[in-house]
């Protein structure tokens, strides 16, 4: 089947290149010598394990036939990503580790298909719904087993949520996935949903995918969710940093709980193994066949190296199920005292490259519209081009908003002006790109005056059927406010109608203190913003939205 990609992503703080010196401290020393290079791309929940397994690796500077040292830099990408990337050849590593073999039949569905002809599992993961110990255990865990579309129907019903809570953590149980076509775990969290529907242990099909009781589950599960992330990662720490009130439950691997699940002050995080069954990443190693003898015969030598007992324990240590040279009973998993290595019970059928696309439409449909206010800083300082690449990253999110979202767009200065006010995307798309377009900057900063009227626009059209959100972009501090200052009563006022506020502070001169306050408050991301960052900055926020980014038809 011929597939077409769905946007792109430059990955800001998902995608990182780790380049490993081989001194005992991990200093950054480059590659010594002669060596043969192996570049690595590999899924986020792996990076704790593969760091320090790189670095132990290149210490030793274990050598090919032809007397070089091998050495690997790691570069971590999640699989939609990841699919994206080599298919059009913006990563050539030797090595790729997706989370599962079907994403490497997804890259050879898009024309790629050096990978598939050399893949070994490293380490395994089963998928497991993270939830803080409190909130579990007044759910019944661990005496009661929970599933899928049990965790669905709670955080759809803010009354149950209210009677199992007892209001400690908000008025709705916040619910978080990674983004699906972005991330393997995303993905696997919806095809979840649609085995737990058809209650079916073995591979579901496109046609059970299209039935509307499926559709009508995952729409239910789906409409309840608060964060889309980019990465499993990364999801796994906001989590843990953030607390309970910013998410409740999460979908992430069983090793992401291990190495994240425990806050700052002590509470857990447990993971819930569903008991219709859940999915197991293989996370298997493949090796790139167009790649040259000797990069091949090296990148080898590092896939050797991580199934070797040292590698192996070390996986271990870092929440992974070993595959090979160590038991399981004997690794410091087995005494983690979350972790049940008995689970899961059920392990549903690998899927399909076709399921894995139909998979992405009915999660475009699934999803809430989202009620998007845009509040972007044309004062005079952003003249240049602060406001040229401002405009290009707005265009660019624009482009990879659902046809089904609304947007409104702000401009302000020492004025305030409403561009577009509640269009429907889809059929408004080029008049919005054309509003931002024109851009100017000129005149002063009323910042908070313009949030106050972004929460206004929001309460007015504010609705059970959509998620809320204000995107605010400024480079200055507020010098022409007249109706709002910075204080709780404006606060809230963003805050209102569980609206997700994210605010980017574009160069060195912006208030960073209010603008991190605000997005913290209202649950959503603070950004420091430079010209060359900001385009990723938005990306990042589309993908929070669940713009048609990564993998899909």
Same mark, same amino acid.
């Given at each position: ?310 590698? /192996?324990? &070390?996986? +271990?240590?870092? *929440? #992974? ?5 160590? =038991? !399981?009973? $004997?690794?410091?998993?087995? %005494? ?94 080029? /008049?919005? &790109?054309? +509003?931002?377009? *024109? #851009? ?5 900063? =009323? !910042?908070? $005056?313009?949030?106050?009227? %972004? ?99």
């Amino acid at each position: 089947m011929q597939s077409k990609q769905r946007g792109h992503w430059l990955l800001l703080g998902f995608l990182s290149l780790v380049t490993l010196g081989c001194g005992l401290s991990g200093s950054e020393d480059g590659p010594p010598r002669n060596a043969v290079v192996v570049e690595v791309l590999a899924n986020s929940s792996l990076q704790p394990w593969l760091v320090e397994a790189g670095i132990a690796f290149n210490a030793e500077e274990i050598e090919t036939t032809a007397g070089d040292p091998a050495y690997v830099t790691l570069t971590f990408a999640e699989a939609g990503q990841s699919v994206v990337d080599l298919a059009t050849g913006s990563a050539t590593p030797a090595l790729w580790l997706p989370d599962e073999p079907v994403w490497v039949n997804v890259l050879a569905d898009q024309g790629v298909p050096a990978f598939q002809r050399d893949c070994r599992s490293v380490a395994e993961s089963p998928l497991v719904i993270a939830v803080w110990r409190p909130v579990a255990e007044s759910l019944g865990w661990p005496g009661r087993d929970l599933g899928w579309l049990d965790i669905g129907s709670l955080a759809a019903d803010p009354t149950a949520w209210e009677y199992y809570s007892g209001g400690q953590y908000g008025a709705s149980l916040r619910l978080g996935h990674t983004h699906p076509g972005l991330s393997a775990s995303g993905a696997s969290t919806l095809l979840a949903l649609v085995q737990a529907a058809q209650s079916k242990t073995e591979a579901v099909t496109v046609v059970d995918i299209e039935q509307p009781i499926v559709q009508a589950s995952v729409g239910a599960f789906e409409g309840a969710v608060s964060w889309f992330s980019s990465a499993t990662q990364d999801l796994g720490v906001a989590m843990s940093e953030r607390g309970p009130a910013f998410l409740g439950a999460a979908v992430m691997y069983e090793s992401t709980v291990a190495s994240h699940g425990r806050s700052a002050d002590g509470e857990a995080i447990v993971p819930i193994y569903p008991f219709e069954g859940t999915f197991m990443a293989t996370h298997p190693a493949c090796l790139n066949q167009d790649q040259d003898a000797g990069t091949l015969e090296a990148a080898r030598l590092f896939r050797d190296y991580l199934l070797g007992e040292a590698a /192996q324990r &070390l996986a +271990a240590g870092h *929440g #992974l199920r070993p595959v090979a040279a160590v =038991a !399981l009973a $004997d690794t410091p998993l087995a %005494g983690n005292p979350v972790v049940d290595l008995n689970q899961p019970a059920v392990v549903f059928g690998a899927p399909t490259v076709e399921t894995i696309y139909a998979v992405q439409g009915v999660w475009q449909s699934a999803r809430k519209p989202v009620n998007l206010v845009m509040l972007l800083d044309v004062s005079g300082s952003m003249a240049g081009r602060k406001i040229d690449n401002m405009r290009l990253a707005a265009e660019e999110f624009v482009v990879q908003m659902g046809d089904e979202d609304y947007l409104t767009l702000v401009s302000f200065s020492h004025e305030l002006r409403i561009l577009i006010e509640h269009e429907q995307v889809g059929p408004s798309r080029e /008049q919005i &790109l054309s +509003a931002i377009r *024109g #851009l100017e900057a000129e005149g002063d900063t =009323a !910042l908070w $005056d313009a949030i106050g009227l %972004g929460s206004e626009l929001i309460a007015n059209r504010a609705s059970p059927d959509n998620a809320n959100a204000l995107v605010v972009l400024t480079d200055g501090l507020d010098t022409y406010s007249y109706r709002y200052r910075f204080d709780s009563t404006l606060v809230e006022a963003a805050a209102a109608n569980d609206t997700t506020v994210f605010t980017i502070a574009y160069g060195s001169d912006a208030d960073e203190a209010r603008l991190s306050e605000l997005a913290e408050r209202a649950f959503g991301n603070f950004y420091r913003g430079t010209e060359a960052s900001i385009a990723g900055i938005y990306e990042e926020m589309s993908a929070a939205f669940g713009g048609t980014l990564g993998v899909g038809r």
